[in-house]
């Protein structure tokens, strides 16, 4: 992985360039930070002399002016780096996909570093021939691929109280979207043969904290997934290498990985994942349990409080959205902090329990402005205000926050997560 | 297909199976022939789980005498003597009576309704940094310790798979199963407000001024 140094820019540094570049911008018609030697009429250093050749990159990165393009974690969250969150830099990103490298991390033990001529899985409990599959058995199945979103319950569980952190980076970065190749975990079970009676599957991880959770059979013969690839490439150890489990819809900690044992059983475990954690705490102190399902949700990534507004006049708002329930169906955005709303525009492919990616168009004058976005999936969940998900949940159930984020636009560009009511 | 067609070969349901893979049908109904048959000895090494019931509970036996002096060793450092928590590590002990209020504090006493979370959790996950390193005598004195920290069990008390019925987990009837869609059924609308749906919005509350956001050289991933 790339670290970051004190060479190109920082987004903070950006960020500082942006906000007091707009006006410099406007008056100069060029960036702040450039070099006119390499700009027309002259010829640029890049067209005078040869690059490098191929092979040099074996496994290419990107520009070095991408620097600021990294996940980025919040250490006061958790007391070690072994069991905490990294986030996806969404506000730096476009499109549905997100690239490998910066898909966010959550990791309990840290990251399990599997050797794949040493992997195992293990297929037992309550089936008829108790199975051990290694990396090269799961990839001589029939395989699909499928593009899904994996959100943590515990996105934006920071923000149940109020505004906090600033920049949908943290706010919203415990999601990624990548296409998965993988075995659909029925064809599995059908191998081992399920036994009758069977209603629960405990999937467990080979990490240091052997993670491990129920899910209901019928999830599993639905659409779940043992992958083994992400956007064509084997899984990041970040993700579960060499394999892991592919609950679409559901919120990410279910999604086992470096998965090393499914077990059939009869009723569901109640592991210390879905009872102590996982659990949504309401106001009269009862908690709901089994919250599977992550509810559709949006974000507008620019502008946001990362990737301020940098000129005036025409002006594109770029946005993400995800249903666990199904396909998104359509965003509405409001600029009036949820006076008024239009609807925005999709653009790219629509999967169902994927990210989508949206777009919606304007003039800016450089009056403030209070940004939102709403997604309806095609259930006809509308993602609600905060303040209409509070009146239910109350501000202590940590996980499942999808209410309605607002970024407040000032002026001179700067963005600002702001609480509105 | 020349793949599947191998596989197959082995089977005898070639004529069955081929057409539906020709026809491009995702789930072939016939086993592939793929993977080893597990023996209950290799499963024995990784069947670690525990449910409520007390089902894959080993044999073994710990006191909460035993369990103090595990504890203390190989557990305090972070999790505090009382279980008070050391730092932002878990707090395994008190908070009894908070879960109603604006700071919950969720504990093995206030909060799990199973003893089996506890002991799965431990057994497989636990000590921090060392896990699956307790015997079994030990996975249970430790469990008994924390119990006992919480005033769930007396201090002279065994655990074991005996024993394991006699615990009673003050919190267990705090949960029940995901009920949104009737709850929050009002959240599914065909016709959502478009226009003047609200009172002109005012913010109520800044992030800045919360001041939590890493800056940026403080938060990058290493």
Request: aromatic share 8%; net charge neutral; proline share 6%.
């Amino acid at each position: 992985m790339r670290k970051p140094t004190d060479e190109g820019p920082t987004s903070r540094r950006r960020f500082l360039a942006g906000a007091a570049g707009l006006a410099a911008a406007s008056a100069s018609g060029r960036a702040a930070a450039d070099n006119p030697k390499n700009q027309p009429p002259n010829i640029a250093d890049w067209t005078r002399s040869l690059g490098d050749g191929v092979g040099v990159r074996a496994y290419g990165n990107p520009s070095k002016y991408e620097k600021s393009v990294i996940r980025r974690t919040v250490p006061w969250l958790t007391a070690t780096p072994e069991s905490s969150v990294s986030f996806t830099p969404l506000h730096e990103l476009d499109g549905i996909i997100t690239p490998n490298g910066l898909c966010f991390e959550r990791h309990h033990s840290g990251i399990a570093e599997i050797d794949p001529a040493d992997y195992r899985l293990m297929l037992h409990g309550m089936v008829d021939k108790p199975l051990i599959f290694t990396l090269d058995d799961l990839k001589r199945f029939p395989r699909v691929n499928k593009v899904y979103f994996l959100e943590c319950a515990a996105n934006s569980g920071m923000e149940w109280r109020g505004a906090q952190l600033n920049g949908c980076q943290y706010t919203h970065g415990m999601v990624h979207c990548v296409q998965y190749t993988g075995v659909p975990l029925k064809l599995l079970l059908a191998e081992a043969g399920v036994k009758s009676g069977a209603s629960w599957i405990m999937a467990e991880g080979g990490d240091a904290a052997a993670m491990n959770r129920s899910l209901p059979i019928s999830k599993a013969l639905d659409d779940c997934l043992v992958a083994y690839r992400m956007n064509g490439e084997m899984l990041r150890p970040e993700n579960g290498y060499p394999a892991r489990l592919v609950v679409p819809g559901w919120e990410g900690n279910i999604w086992i990985k470096w998965l090393r044992r499914l077990k059939v059983g009869d009723a569901p475990w109640f592991t210390r994942e879905e009872t102590s954690k996982y659990t949504d705490l309401l106001e009269n102190g009862k908690a709901r349990q089994f919250t599977f399902v992550m509810d559709a949700k949006s974000i507008i990534t620019s502008p946001s409080p990362q990737a301020p507004q940098r000129h005036k006049g025409f002006t594109v708002v770029s946005g993400l959205a995800w249903s666990g329930r199904g396909k998104v169906a359509r965003i509405d955005v409001s600029l009036d902090g949820g006076r008024n709303w239009k609807t925005a525009r999709i653009d790219g492919p629509v999967y169902d329990k994927a990210c989508v990616r949206f777009y919606y168009e304007f003039d800016w004058r450089g009056e403030p402005l209070l940004l939102q976005s709403r997604a309806i999936d095609d259930t006809g969940y509308v993602q609600p205000s905060k303040a209409d998900l509070r009146k239910i949940r109350g501000v202590n159930s940590i996980y499942h926050n999808n209410g309605i984020q607002t970024w407040h636009l000032k002026p001179d560009g700067e963005v600002e997560n702001v609480e509105v009511g | 297909m020349s793949r599947w067609g191998k596989a197959l070969l082995a089977l005898a349901c070639i004529a069955l199976a081929a057409p539906a893979f020709a026809q491009g049908k995702d789930a072939p109904n016939k086993t592939l022939g793929i993977g080893q048959a597990a023996s209950a000895a290799v499963i024995a090494g990784w069947d670690i789980d525990v449910r409520p019931d007390g089902q894959g509970a080993p044999p073994g036996t710990g006191s909460v005498k035993a369990g103090e002096e595990i504890y203390m060793t190989r557990c305090a450092a972070c999790h505090g003597e009382f279980g008070e928590s050391a730092g932002r590590w878990p707090q395994l002990a008190q908070g009894k009576g908070t879960l109603g209020s604006h700071d919950p504090v969720k504990t093995v006493g206030s909060y799990f309704a199973h003893l089996s979370s506890v002991f799965d959790y431990t057994r497989r996950a636990m000590p921090f940094g060392d896990a699956q390193s307790l015997t079994n005598d030990e996975l249970y004195a430790v469990v008994a310790y924390v119990l006992n920290l919480n005033d769930i069990v007396d201090q002279n008390f065994v655990l074991s798979k005996e024993t394991w019925s006699q615990v009673k987990m003050p919190n267990a009837g705090g949960f029940y199963d995901d009920d949104r869609e009737k709850t929050e059924k009002a959240f599914w609308n065909r016709k959502p407000c478009m226009a003047n749906c609200a009172p002109p919005a005012k913010i109520i509350g800044h992030a800045r001024a919360v001041d939590v956001t890493p800056d940026d050289k403080g938060a990058a991933a290493q």
